[in-house]
């Protein structure tokens, strides 16, 4: 099924929010958001210093990978995000996250933090 244009802006919209509050080292603000989530904010800001790069929010033109999970009650997608880095520009550090729809909002779990 084929969501509408808007829908795919609200969840991109999602996922730039934690990553710009990930690459302003808001790692409680992030864990706030993601209470379901694997991460707590003590493993996301060990994953960032143990990288040594300095992350940045996402260019307009980064790709944000979606992929459908089947058999839920909501719609879910598990998200792949490459992250950018003032050093290296697009990174090999990646963001895993699953997104949940929930009414008219879309709910994000951190997943993963981690180089590819």
Do not use: C
Request: glycine share 6%; proline share 4%.
């Amino acid at each position: 099924m084929t969501q509408p244009k808007n829908d795919q802006h609200q969840r991109d919209d999602a996922v730039r929010r934690v990553v710009s509050l990930l690459a302003a080292a808001e790692y409680e603000a992030i864990a706030g958001l993601s209470p379901a989530g694997r991460l707590n904010a003590t493993d996301l800001s060990d994953a960032v210093a143990g990288y040594g790069r300095t992350l940045l929010p996402l260019p307009s033109h980064a790709v944000i990978d979606y992929v459908t999970i089947e058999g839920t009650s909501a719609l879910a997608w598990s998200v792949r995000v490459p992250l950018h880095t003032r050093e290296e520009g697009r990174s090999d550090l990646t963001l895993d996250l699953t997104i949940r729809q929930q009414g008219t909002r879309y709910l994000v779990e951190l997943d993963d933090l981690h180089v590819l």
